[in-house]
């Protein structure tokens, strides 16, 4: 994510990348007028924090935090308090309490991990609302995953073909630039190659193939110029990705990546499988009536989207046959939440500013592997989301040829993709779909069956503040017990 410590967040624009973890700071014992201060702000600076909705007892903020030991305090209606249920040193200012922010890769040295235990009295004190919450059991869990299961067993990917619609494939001879327009004209965000002398669709062009050719072009000593995109072959980019992934075979030549591909008559289970493991937006689902598979013919392209939209269709009028549907989000393992303070993340939940630069928000998105990174303000509230797809709008006019990734806002990127038409990812006017840590995994599900959305991110009410982000890929590896 990017922007740094709170301290610096506030009228910094500095356009490089700085991975730094939302952490939740959380005061539950009342007061008029709240404000936190810390290491993270060079206690020169008081953080103004909000009342939790629904409990005015309950203040809290989310602030940016880099990795390493930090040291806070709160100022509670003109006196400085700690919380005696967190973690707390003595030091030259008085007892501090004490927060250690942790990266997958980082291993802390010199600091007690036993030091950073949170009990379940202090995890309730920190947020009051988890005693309200209804706790399902083991037993409706895996009734509802099982009944899921069977559905999903027993229905083929025919059941996801519409009964009209296009489905575009592109020539591996036909030049990446082409390909590039052909995207952002059809309002796609990815097209099935077919290689015609092979006779058979041999892979898939898709927006991370456009993040990874513009920062090659960006590269100094690229050998890839904007001259030679005009010419420049899909074939040509797969064979120099291939490279650049080190994808070889035994004799030391490079080869391209399979296709994920299935039938029709593959059951659903196994196509958001094949979804999920191979970790893509979706698979062509392509049928052959010869023995040997020639002349194959391309019917759709397979989506989790559409998968659980027969999911709702077929539980529609026995939502009560999946209990797991009436659980409220924030119950259960569901998404990339920001953590609570005392709590350690495995993947820290990325989030852009406004003047980010495009370079930076692409190198973040390919290197968190994640396809969307919301745009926060200084108070980490919404304001819009940045995914891979959106790459297609710098298709508008060229504008890949006369920018700089790294002289390029985010903002600036955004606005750009104002005009596409037809927008992908748009749906009921809105970019950014959002829920509440309180909405039921029932109505999540339901507005990420909708065509083009693929993720909702988690607001605080009223203030819109960031709170986690929930994809596709996230409900299914849930429903499916992965």
């Not at 965000?189 to 062009?205: R, S, T």
């Not at 110029?225 to 080190?246: D, M, Y």
């Amino acid at each position: 994510m990017f922007g740094s410590t709170l301290a610096n967040n506030r009228g910094n624009s500095a356009a490089s990348a700085q991975l730094v973890t939302p952490t939740r700071f959380v005061w539950p014992y009342g007061g008029t007028r709240v404000f936190l201060s810390g290491s993270f702000t060079r206690w020169t600076e008081h953080v103004p924090m909000s009342p939790l909705e629904g409990c005015p007892s309950v203040f809290q903020v989310i602030c940016n935090l880099t990795p390493g030991y930090h040291q806070y305090k709160f100022y509670v209606d003109g006196e400085w308090r700690h919380d005696e249920h967190q973690p707390f040193v003595n030091g030259n200012g008085g007892v501090m309490n004490t927060i250690l922010i942790t990266l997958p890769d980082m291993v802390p040295t010199g600091f007690s991990p036993s030091n950073m235990d949170v009990d379940d009295f202090s995890q309730q004190m920190a947020d009051p609302s988890q005693d309200s919450i209804p706790r399902m059991s083991a037993v409706d869990l895996e009734m509802s995953r099982h009944r899921i299961s069977v559905l999903l067993s027993t229905c083929t990917a025919y059941e996801l073909l519409p009964e009209s619609g296009k489905v575009i494939a592109l020539d591996v001879n036909l030049p990446v630039k082409q390909a590039f327009h052909i995207l952002y004209e059809q309002g796609i965000p990815l097209a099935p190659l077919w290689d015609f002398g092979k006779g058979q669709f041999v892979g898939v062009l898709g927006p991370l193939d456009f993040i990874l050719i513009l920062k090659e072009l960006g590269t100094h000593g690229s050998n890839l110029t904007e001259e030679e995109l005009e010419t420049h072959t899909i074939a040509a980019w797969k064979e120099g990705k291939a490279h650049i992934s080190r994808q070889y075979d035994g004799t030391g030549r490079p080869y391209p990546r399979p296709l994920v591909q299935v039938g029709p008559y593959d059951n659903l289970k196994d196509v958001a499988m094949k979804i999920l493991q191979n970790k893509v937006a979706a698979v062509p689902v392509i049928y052959s009536s010869l023995q040997d598979e020639s002349y194959p013919q391309l019917l759709h392209l397979a989506s989790l989207s559409g998968i659980l939209k027969c999911i709702c269709r077929y539980f529609r009028h026995s939502s009560s046959s999946l209990p797991i549907l009436q659980q409220p989000i924030c119950s259960i393992p569901l998404g990339t939440w920001v953590p609570r303070i005392g709590e350690s993340s495995s993947k820290p939940l990325a989030t852009l500013r406004p003047h980010a630069s495009l370079g930076s928000a692409l190198s973040l998105l390919v290197q968190a592997e994640v396809s969307a990174i919301p745009v926060v303000d200084d108070n980490d509230s919404l304001i819009d989301i940045y995914s891979r797809s959106d790459i297609t709008a710098l298709a508008k006019d060229k504008a890949y040829a006369q920018i700089h990734l790294d002289d390029m806002t985010v903002h600036q990127a955004l606005q750009l993709g104002q005009d596409a038409s037809p927008p992908y990812g748009m749906f009921n006017g809105q970019r950014c779909q959002m829920c509440l840590r309180s909405d039921s995994l029932g109505k999540v599900i339901e507005r990420l069956a909708n065509p083009g959305v693929r993720r909702l991110v988690i607001v605080e009410a009223g203030s819109k503040r960031v709170e986690g982000i929930i994809s596709l890929s996230d409900v299914f590896k849930f429903l499916l017990g992965l």
